[in-house]
């Protein structure tokens, strides 16, 4: 892998500084220290965040179609470095990137900015299809087989893509977490990493908590659209989607796992009793299970973004790699 320049790799990591201070907002008495590269960047002042804010020239975007599930026809937005190409094509690791629900990929691809370049690393966000929506899949069981198929759909398409088929890794936020999440459970082979943000992992209470938040009665509506029926009509459709109802699963799957969530989602409501309660399931289910996380009090995926907490995601699945230790001045 190419290591990135010092320089750079600490406005990327340092850009995350407040994610170690800010674990000390959960209520949860057990929660470990931060980390050691958090506890270093505490109180790290990022002085050249405007560095990375404008990247996008370094990446450029491949648009391939695709056929989901059902037949229908997709876009995936893929993200490589702006030299890779026909021309210049080594082997490259794949962060498979679900969007979040009503966001479409070509927004989800903007929260990566100019990252893909730092790695290098090659990220694909596909439109996806659900049941019977696309923005609002909710991780329908075809939706994540889509995913599963991404790495040979890009192949087959651009023949000069060479995708190193074990660094192939998922990255999403929300309800792209809940997706992320899901791909782990039913396709541990695929993947060498997997970082989930702010994740749905219980259906049946994402549609009860839906009737707080703005538009809430026409996201129960695009719920029952797209899952078939209410929690009470159709528990099985519900249950089937929620990343809790696959613990085991995940608890053995072997595949590094990053759980992040905040505590002062107001989305995703109460985020103790969704992804925390599936961290601690996954925990007491396999004790020795490689799965980490990550606590904070930032907004509702305000971290998935290149400014924010998502660079460190990335150092920590791996992608990103500084090549120096970080400066003394990063005090803890």
Not at 174 to 188: D, Y
Request: some cysteine; aromatic content about 8%.
């Amino acid at each position: 892998m190419r290591r990135v320049a010092i320089g750079l790799a600490i406005v990327m990591v340092a850009a995350v500084a407040g994610c170690g201070s800010s674990a000390a907002l959960d209520p949860d008495a057990k929660l470990p220290r931060p980390a050691p590269l958090l506890r270093q960047l505490i109180g790290f002042k990022v002085r050249y965040r405007e560095l990375l804010s404008d990247h996008t020239e370094l990446v450029r975007i491949v648009r391939v179609p695709y056929r989901a599930n059902g037949g229908r026809e997709r876009i995936a937005y893929l993200v490589l470095p702006r030299w890779y190409g026909p021309k210049s094509h080594p082997a490259i690791p794949l962060v498979i990137s679900p969007h979040g629900r009503g966001v479409t990929p070509q927004a989800n691809n903007r929260f990566w900015a100019g990252l893909p370049a730092f790695g290098p690393f090659a990220v694909v966000s596909p439109e996806g299809q659900g049941r019977r929506l696309s923005l609002y899949s909710w991780g329908w069981r075809r939706q994540i087989d889509d995913l599963a198929r991404m790495p040979s759909i890009l192949e087959r398409a651009l023949p000069w893509l060479h995708i190193d088929l074990k660094r192939i890794y998922a990255v999403g936020s929300s309800m792209g977490g809940q997706e992320t999440l899901l791909l782990v459970a039913l396709h541990p082979r695929l993947l060498a990493g997997a970082s989930a943000l702010d994740s749905a992992t219980d259906m049946t209470a994402r549609y009860r908590e839906f009737s707080v938040l703005p538009f809430g009665a026409h996201l129960q509506e695009l719920a029952r659209i797209e899952i078939g029926g209410t929690p009470e009509s159709n528990p099985a459709a519900y249950t089937a989607r929620s990343p809790l109802h696959y613990v085991r699963q995940l608890a053995f799957s072997g595949v590094p796992l990053h759980i992040w969530w905040s505590v002062r989602d107001r989305i995703v409501v109460d985020q103790n009793q969704e992804s925390g309660r599936l961290f601690r399931a996954i925990k007491d289910a396999n004790p020795r299970a490689p799965v980490t996380k990550y606590v904070g009090a930032w907004a509702h995926s305000h971290e998935m973004h290149a400014l924010e907490r998502l660079p460190l995601a990335l150092v920590r699945l791996r992608l990103i790699e500084l090549d120096e230790p970080l400066p003394t001045s990063a005090k803890p």
